[in-house]
């Protein structure tokens, strides 16, 4: 009879664990983020981080919950934290793309943005959009798909000129070897933040890019709880609250501020 | 002699207590079994309502909804390109147009149903309905501007284009993506459910497994002490009663793995199915929608070439970097929304895409005026063609839904016209049994 309840008790134990990891079941959460991104995601003198992200993360988490742990990291590194197991979430103002898509998943986006051109003041009746852009040099900052999105997509024959990060790019600018910079509106409008920086703000915003977070491949569950907590974000008003306060001063549109058209999770 | 009267007594007494105890044991577990595969009956049963009767349908209703949306707004461009001289084909999308509004408030109020009890759907449903009146608004300035200045057909006016920028931009940026998230959401609210009615009616199937096993032991453990006490071979009723028991577990776990199958593929291949082709149909208007604000806007030109190419991939996705690219590449083995399509199915809904891409390649390439007149013939029967592809897919798997919650359904009925009266009898059958040796110690 014992061994009988036994094995009652083994198959019903058998039977609840057929789902699979998901960042749901988790208390404290692994969150990927920039640190050099000025508005977006920066290290302050004091080591916490601030920015539009960051407020978007934590108040993401806070409706699922979860406490955060920040896990620093580089472009390029977005995609294999989540392949390795290293973060639970990416928030690196990461665009949605099919190639990305096959190795982690998408919740989200949680904005919408365009991109947009930065050029010295001097070019700012030389440039005035994406098509002036030909034979001109650009900036690619490695891992992202910007300067692949004007060449190849748009077919603008742009000359694209490799540097490590954005602030490489901001000195490229200034001593005349690239014409322009070309990447989100809000990263620009970060940029145009930086001390010492003069730049002109082109203004006629292209290519939709949608801002995503990114997710393990397959966590079907965390994908949607974290949909559920951006529509509610955008409802209650905090996402109108956040860009105000983040990019209000910048000069990009926010006349429109609606819940953006998830990806889907599966 | 008295010493050895005592546990004569005694004997007697604990034979008769464990015919009973094992009689008792036995009619308990049949009752467990009967408990477990009713349990399970319920449980599939209600995955079945879910899916066939309640959610699934509204769900597929709310899926509608973005493509009557992107409908409603394609149909005003069409009006806006086609100028004076087609007032009767005008008239016709005015039609159109008004018959999509009364689709639109149906799904509206299905979906408003399906949300009652999550505040935030119903908030985007709410929003929907305010930001549609808006849409009306700003759709009817537009037309009544295109009417005044009685363009012929082609480009209209740029201040007509301005005015319909405006609505377009309102349904783009806010309301469909509202309209796509619904369904997901809804889509969620099934995927959910059925989750959890699986594992619960998996879980049941091995309860009917082990309750079954359990009454076949007491009702031979039952036997064997029948018939080494009082040296019968065996009792015909307990005989029977082990038979029905065993049948009854067999049946049980048989009927309950056959409604589990049937819930599996109704969700599977039909309402999972369903779902899919239809996200791929409206998104695929939208994309037709795409081509006349290409025409109609040549401030956005770009942008509106830019979202066709975004959608395709979505729908399509093959490797390449520009929209002549992803033309000339496009191959058999595609992935993306309909990706999943195999055999037959795959081939001829990707003749038809392929038509409706090359179709679309050939109008990119010419100039304005006849790329209108292409765009009003060719172009639009090609996307027609690909869309009744579509349709018919989605009709089929619709069907395929249909039949897989109706399987479900009979089991059910044949597991409760013959289980419970099997069982049942099966207990009569264990008292009749023991009846007669518990009456001779009395």
Redesign the interface.
């Known amino acids: 009879m014992r061994k009988l309840l036994i094995c009652v008790v083994l198959l019903l134990t058998a039977c609840g664990a057929g789902r699979p990891e998901s960042l749901v079941d988790k208390d404290e959460l692994i969150v990927a983020i920039r640190s050099d991104v000025p508005l977006i995601s920066f290290e302050r003198q004091d080591g916490t981080y601030d920015g539009f992200n960051v407020d978007v993360a934590e108040d993401l988490l806070s409706r699922l919950g979860k406490r955060i742990r920040w896990l620093e990291i580089k472009a390029g590194d977005q995609l294999t934290v989540l392949t390795g197991g290293r973060a639970d979430l990416v928030f690196a103002h990461m665009s949605v793309t099919p190639e990305r898509k096959k190795s982690i998943d998408f919740a989200g986006p949680y904005h919408v943005d365009f991109q947009d051109i930065a050029v010295r003041p001097a070019d700012r009746d030389a440039i005035r959009d994406v098509r002036d852009l030909k034979g001109r040099r650009i900036c690619w900052v490695r891992g992202t798909n910007i300067a692949q999105r004007i060449i190849d997509e748009r077919r603008v024959p742009a000359i694209a000129v490799q540097a490590p990060d954005y602030d490489a790019c901001l000195e490229m600018i200034k001593d005349g070897r690239i014409d322009a910079i070309s990447t989100n509106s809000q990263i620009l409008a970060g940029l145009l933040t930086r001390p010492g920086v003069d730049l002109h703000l082109v203004g006629a915003p292209f290519n939709e890019q949608r801002t995503a977070i990114g997710v393990r491949k397959g966590d079907i569950d965390g994908c949607e709880e974290l949909n559920r907590a951006i529509t509610e974000m955008y409802q209650d008003g905090t996402a109108h609250m956040l860009l105000d306060k983040w990019f209000g001063r910048s000069g990009i549109d926010l006349s429109v501020v609606a819940v953006p058209q998830f990806e889907g999770c599966s | 002699m008295a010493v050895t009267a005592t546990p004569r007594v005694r004997r007697e007494q604990s034979v008769s207590g464990r015919v009973r105890t094992l009689a008792g044991l036995s009619l308990l577990t049949l009752a467990l079994l009967l408990a477990a595969i009713l349990a399970g009956a319920a449980g599939t049963g209600s995955g079945l309502r879910t899916i066939g009767h309640d959610a699934g349908p509204q769900v597929l209703a709310t899926t509608g909804l973005y493509r009557q949306m992107s409908e409603m707004d394609a149909l005003v461009a069409e009006a806006l390109l086609l100028g004076r001289e087609y007032g009767p084909q005008q008239q016709a999308d005015l039609t159109g147009y008004d018959q999509r509004r009364l689709e639109i408030s149906e799904s509206l109020l299905k979906a408003y149903r399906l949300a009652l009890d999550d505040p935030?759907e119903r908030?985007?449903v709410e929003?929907l309905v305010e930001g549609l009146g808006r849409y009306e608004r700003l759709a009817t300035q537009a037309r009544l501007l295109d009417a005044q200045s009685g363009h012929t057909a082609g480009r209209p006016p740029d201040h007509v284009v301005e005015a319909y920028q405006k609505a377009t931009?309102l349904m783009h940026?806010?309301l469909?993506?509202?309209a796509?998230?619904l369904t997901?959401?809804t889509g969620?609210i099934v995927?959910r459910a059925h989750?959890a009615e699986r594992?619960a009616s998996?879980?049941a199937r091995?309860?009917v497994v082990?309750t079954g096993?359990?009454a076949l032991?007491c009702l031979l453990t039952l036997q064997v002490y029948l018939a080494r006490r009082f040296r019968r071979v065996f009792a015909p009723a307990l005989v029977v009663a082990v038979v029905l028991a065993a049948a009854g577990t067999v049946t049980g776990t048989a009927l309950l793995i056959r409604q589990g199958e049937a819930l599996e593929e109704a969700k599977r291949r039909g309402f999972d199915a369903v779902l899919t082709l239809t996200r791929a149909r409206a998104i695929s208007r939208s994309m037709h929608g795409d081509q006349s604000r290409y025409l109609l806007d040549r401030f956005r030109k770009?942008?509106y070439e830019?979202?066709f190419?975004?959608k395709a991939?979505t729908i399509a996705?093959v490797?390449s970097?520009?929209l002549p690219?992803y033309q000339s590449r496009l191959h058999l083995n595609f992935?993306?929304l309909l990706g999943g399509l195999t055999g037959q199915d795959r081939r001829r809904l990707f003749a038809v895409y392929q038509n409706f891409q090359r179709a679309d390649a050939r109008m990119r390439t010419m100039p304005a005026d006849a790329a209108i007149k292409f765009w009003d013939g060719e172009l639009t029967e090609a996307y027609e063609s690909y869309d009744k592809v579509l349709e018919e897919l989605v009709r089929r798997h619709e069907s395929d839904f249909e039949r897989a919650v109706d399987r479900g359904g009979e089991a059910l009925e044949r597991l409760w016209q013959s289980i419970p009266a099997g069982l049942a009898a099966g207990a009569l059958l264990v008292l009749v049994g023991v009846w007669p040796r518990l009456r001779e110690y009395r």
């Open positions: 935030a908030r985007t929003s931009e940026r806010e469909l993506p509202q796509y998230n997901l959401e969620t995927r989750a594992s998996s879980l091995s309860a082990v096993l359990l032991a770009d942008t830019h979202t190419l975004d991939h996705a490797e970097t520009s690219d992935q993306g």
